[in-house]
């Protein structure tokens, strides 16, 4: 069984495989930004400070699991599309409410 040619993208960029202490960590790390960037583009909304921070709290907690599934899987990788979309999303949106002033 070839372990190396199953890792995800930004798995084998990080060479989890050669330095897993390392790897793990800047997967884990890429998946909290991107999953943080993702849910203020496309669900934040204004709430308290606390609630923010409970939120936030979850979300990195979450991100523990992805990142052991992001080693096979391509969880990062579909996090920087979503981002990808959500930008794209945006910055038309924002295109369009200036065309209409």
Not at 12 to 39: D, F
Not at 80 to 95: E, N, P, Q, T
């Amino acid at each position: 069984m070839d372990v190396i040619g199953r890792l995800s993208f930004f798995a084998s960029l990080y060479n989890v495989h050669e330095q897993p202490v390392k790897g793990m960590w800047l997967l884990y790390a890429t998946i909290v930004v991107l999953s943080i960037i993702v849910y203020r583009l496309g669900f934040a909304r204004e709430l308290p400070l606390l609630k923010n921070v409970i939120i936030y709290s979850l979300l990195v907690l979450g991100c523990t699991i992805l990142a052991f599934f992001a080693v096979f899987l391509p969880v990062a990788e579909g996090l920087l599309v979503a981002a990808v979309v959500l930008i794209i999303y945006k910055w038309r949106l924002r295109r369009e409410g200036e065309n209409t002033e």
